[in-house]
């Protein structure tokens, strides 16, 4: 079965200064991957995905992720963070071959002005 | 495009009462989740629908947990009984399909058992 590790409970960072959420996964096949971002009170929602083709994948609001095959990793990055990104990060993964969609336990990203 | 909607967004019951949630998914999409999200947690699948029909209950606690889904759209998730450790989030999730395609989230019903 898939599995999804988020290793940082708890990421901080300056405003303006890139940021890095980490997420590694493990599927017995190829991967769909996701990440979502959950503010207070409110639902998740969806920022990008990997299915295939270029590593470098680019979402909603300015993030992006990088898929990288030989270290199972889909790190979710910024190159200049806002305040308002400030929320719950979650790393979702999804073997291509299967419905079953995995979550990490989420990485609270804190922005301080 | 309305999203998806569930209701309550907080219910606060006894243990041992009984619960139920609801869920309309965004129009056209055939599939349907429900998640229990623990505080400190990423979201647990409970079941998941396909039109009418169930793909996915392996991690319903079917003693105390029932879902259906009428006609294939909204959705109802129950609780009876419930016990503390169902204090969570109830998501509620939509998608065109399975795959590649992302899950579009309702708000979420925040359930606390005293």
């Known amino acids: 079965a898939q599995s999804v590790a988020q290793p940082e409970d708890q990421v901080n960072v300056a405003e303006g200064n890139p940021l890095t959420v980490k997420c590694t996964y493990s599927v017995s096949g190829n991967p769909y991957l996701f990440w979502y971002v959950q503010y207070p009170n409110r639902g998740l929602q969806f920022l990008l995905k990997y299915i295939t083709g270029d590593n470098l994948v680019k979402g909603s609001y300015g993030f992006e992720a990088e898929f990288n095959k030989s270290q199972t990793s889909f790190h979710l990055k910024k190159p200049s963070a806002l305040v308002s990104d400030s929320a719950l990060y979650f790393c979702?993964?999804?073997?291509?071959?299967?419905?079953?969609?995995?979550f990490g336990a989420g990485t609270r990203l804190t922005v301080k002005p | 495009e309305a999203g998806v909607a569930q209701s309550p967004r907080y219910k606060i019951i006894e243990k041992r009462q009984s619960v139920a949630f609801w869920c309309n998914p965004i129009s056209g999409h055939a599939t349907l989740y429900w998640y229990q999200q623990i505080l400190g947690q990423g979201p647990k699948l409970l079941i998941q629908?396909?039109?009418?029909?169930?793909?996915?209950d392996s991690q319903l606690p079917k003693d105390r947990f029932s879902a259906e889904r009428l006609k294939g759209v909204d959705s109802t998730l129950k609780i009876q009984p419930a016990k503390l450790e169902d204090s969570a989030v109830y998501l509620c999730?939509?998608?065109?399909?399975?795959?590649?395609?992302?899950?579009?989230f309702g708000p979420g019903t925040r359930l606390t058992v005293t």
């Open positions: 979702a993964v999804r073997d291509i071959r299967g419905d079953d969609m995995r």
């Open positions: 999730a939509s998608t065109l399909g399975g795959g590649y395609y992302e899950q579009y």
């Open positions: 629908f396909q039109n009418n029909g169930v793909v996915d």
